[in-house]
């Protein structure tokens, strides 16, 4: 609940002080973990199939804006994304892959996906308040 709680309060700053691609991947972001919590199953053995179903429309969505917005930061942020998308594949195609390493692996990811949108949305809000000081 802490990842969760550290993920509303960087998406929060997202989408209120955040340009346009990090108000779209904040949404994103917040949304998917929402939709996450619901479709969780807490297995001891396997991979969670619904979660990487969630996993993969964030992967689009991200690749989506990444497109459409031309930011270096949103295509770090896609390929993130897609490495958790692999960590589930991973996991449903050797079994060998622990349930641990598995959990890491996305905590890892998430945090990754975290920290670029926190500091893209403060070098917008930095780059807000220089032209502001210019304009005075």
Excluded at 28 to 42: A, C, E, K
Excluded at 128 to 133: E, K, L, T
Aim: proline share 1%; with cysteine; glycine share 8%.
């Amino acid at each position: 609940m802490i990842s969760f709680g550290v993920a509303i309060v960087v998406c929060g700053l997202a989408i209120r002080f955040g340009d346009k691609p990090a108000r779209r991947v904040g949404m994103i972001t917040l949304g998917g973990w929402v939709v996450s919590l619901i479709v969780f199953r807490n297995s001891a053995r396997f991979a969670d199939i619904g979660l990487m179903a969630v996993d993969g429309v964030i992967a689009a969505l991200f690749v989506w804006v990444s497109l459409s917005s031309r930011r270096l930061w949103t295509v770090v942020v896609a390929a993130f994304q897609m490495l958790g998308v692999a960590s589930h594949l991973a996991t449903v195609i050797d079994h060998r892959v622990t349930i641990n390493t598995y959990k890491l692996s996305l905590a890892v990811w998430s945090y990754g996906i975290l920290v670029m949108l926190a500091v893209a949305v403060w070098r917008h809000w930095r780059e807000q308040r220089r032209v502001a000081d210019e304009r005075v």
